[in-house]
């Protein structure tokens, strides 16, 4: 069945970075866009990076130039290098695939904080 684990979230101080990691299986990861989501309480999940199975990338205004999507294939894995982090980047973050989508993971959760 399919599986998405998500790790690598922590408490940062604001400016700090973090790498997020995804391994997924269960499906053919290399066919897929993969995207990185983040929640808040009481909001939407919002798509924040995306990444195409030819790794042509895309991001929400709010982290371009700090965030970078990555992909490693061969490890069916997607990451998210966060760097500059700001408070309002706090959330839990999850991977998921771009198009359609498969069972939530159980998230990462990042802290940015003084």
């Known amino acids: 069945q399919v599986q998405l684990v998500e790790s690598g979230g922590g408490l940062v101080q604001p400016g700090g970075s973090l790498r997020l990691s995804c391994a997924a299986s269960?499906?053919?990861?290399?066919?897929?866009?993969m995207g990185w989501y983040r929640q808040t309480p009481g909001k939407a999940r919002e798509l924040v990076a995306s990444?195409?199975?030819?790794?042509?990338?895309n991001y929400v205004n709010s982290v371009k130039g700090r965030f970078t999507i990555s992909r490693d294939n061969a490890k069916n894995t997607v990451y998210l290098q966060m760097n500059s982090l700001k408070p309002e980047d706090t959330a839990v973050y999850y991977c998921?695939?771009?198009?359609?989508?498969?069972?939530w993971g159980q998230g990462t959760q990042g802290t940015v904080s003084s």
């Open positions: 269960g499906f053919i990861f290399s066919n897929y866009a």
């Open positions: 998921n695939v771009l198009v359609g989508v498969y069972p």
């Open positions: 990444i195409s199975s030819g790794s042509y990338t």
